[in-house]
């Protein structure tokens, strides 16, 4: 058990939905990171927020967006869904702003989108 | 750009035989070098991690020496478990003043049977 974790564990929506993802990250973890898990895409990169604050975007959809609340938990809001949102979305959460630290990651949440 | 190339799977073994994955990198400046592996329906677990140049990262047996001239990071076990079955993903940590994210390549899924 890594400490994260996130909720739901399996979502099924229909084309042109919205849903919401939730993380809570390790306790004393102020780093959460967003990452996608697709067949063709691979391992991708989302967003990274840090005590409540955008750092780092990677290749993150304009119709996706996120946030970090005060008490460090975050959602990540996945709107106007395609067939191809369908993945498996991962949290992770480290210690720090940069530099080689773990990122621990959660079980992640199965999104099909039909 | 900054990009981690694996080699692809499936990796098939008998247990106890040796196990190299290979992975190569592409960064600027001097990236941090993980081995993260993902057990079925399970999130990712860091398995090792090497920070600079000629750092030999190894956990459980396994082992990744952080190579900047071939800029490589290859995994090797000197004799598989039918528990190691897993996937396996090469990543280099990208860091900037904003942020951090994990660059991951697109895995490796080792089988071992008894």
């Known amino acids: 058990d890594s400490g994260v974790t996130q909720t739901p564990k399996h979502l099924i929506t229909a084309t042109g939905q919205r849903v919401t993802l939730r993380c809570s990250p390790r306790?004393?973890?102020?780093?959460v990171y967003w990452y996608q898990q697709s067949l063709d895409q691979g391992l991708q990169f989302l967003i990274q927020y840090y005590n409540g604050e955008e750092r780092a975007k990677g290749n993150i959809l304009e119709r996706f967006s996120a946030q970090q609340f005060p008490d460090l938990h975050s959602e990540l809001n996945l709107s106007s869904l395609e067939l191809g949102d369908s993945a498996l979305y991962f949290c992770?959460?480290?210690?720090?702003?940069?530099?080689?630290?773990?990122?621990?990651f959660g079980p992640g949440t199965r999104l099909t989108v039909l | 750009g900054n990009s981690v190339t694996q080699m692809e799977g499936p990796v098939t073994l008998s247990e106890e035989a040796f196990l190299t994955i290979n992975c190569t990198y592409t960064?600027?400046?001097?990236?941090?070098l993980f081995w993260y592996v993902q057990y079925p329906g399970e999130g990712l677990q860091l398995l090792l991690k090497?920070?600079?140049?000629?750092d030999k990262g190894s956990n459980k047996g396994f082992e990744a020496t952080y190579r900047k001239e071939t800029t490589s990071f290859h995994l090797e076990k000197g004799s598989v478990q039918v528990s190691d079955s897993a996937v396996y993903f090469c990543?280099?940590?990208?860091?900037?003043?904003?942020?951090?994210?994990?660059?991951f390549g697109k895995g490796t899924t080792l089988s071992v049977s008894s």
């Open positions: 960064a600027t400046g001097y990236p941090s």
């Open positions: 990543a280099l940590s990208a860091t900037n003043q904003a942020g951090t994210a994990l660059i």
């Open positions: 090497a920070t600079k140049a000629d």
């Open positions: 992770a959460s480290s210690v720090d702003l940069a530099g080689p630290n773990e990122q621990f």
């Open positions: 306790s004393g973890d102020l780093s």
